[in-house]
DNA sequence: ACTCGATATCGATATCTATCAATGTTTGTG
DNA sequence: CACAAACATTGATAGATATCGATATCGAGT
């Protein structure tokens, strides 16, 4: 594996090795419509709603959560696909 | 998922979740007989004996790798099913 | 336009992490 | 036993990260 596609693939691992963020994506994939909005996430995880939304951001930005705006609320789901990709590089090294 | 579950398994993505260490066990997956001691890890990543030896550390400590010391050598694998269990989480979060 | 509710951003801080140099430990060899 | 090689551990430091309080933004309704 080169050096580059290493840094890729830590990114997207880093972005899930925190548990809140672990939960955060159990939570919205197991939600109403495989979606939930923040207001609905602050309470199992316990946390503020800054930290959640920083969490959030993280699994944006690395291309595992989707972010769609509709009115005031903030709606995430699961990037298609983007979990498989990390799950088939660990299948990958068995 | 439950909190103690998701602190439990993100310790394990921590443990890859750094580009060396992913390199550290794609290049031992991928080395003869599935193995490798410390010795040639250090070179291809490019790090320092102490540092490379952090590292292993750190993915057997997470049960990703197993250490066997054989003569002045340490010999590393990975832990059979370890990633696999990985993988499944990933998967099932779809 | 004003206000309220939902969310994002900012600033600060405490904790964790990666790396290296130096040193310690263990094993094989003469 | 002394020495050398492979590896682990320690100590120190710079950089990253999680969390929170405060504040800003943005959209909806009155």
Chains 1, 2 share one sequence.
């Not at 994939?29 to 969490?55: I, K, R």
Request: aromatic share 4%; proline share 4%; glycine share 6%.
């Amino acid at each position: 594996m080169s050096a580059a596609r290493a840094l890729e693939l830590s990114k997207q691992f880093k972005a899930i090795a925190d548990p809140n963020r672990l939960r955060l994506v159990s939570l919205i994939s197991s939600s109403d419509g495989s979606e939930a909005c923040v207001c609905d996430l602050t309470e199992p995880l316990g946390l503020g709603q800054p930290t959640v939304s920083h969490h959030l951001k993280i699994l944006v930005d690395a291309g595992i959560l989707h972010r769609e705006k509709r009115g005031v609320w903030a709606y995430y789901s699961l990037v298609p696909g983007a979990l498989n990709t990390l799950a088939d590089v660990l299948s990958e090294s068995r």
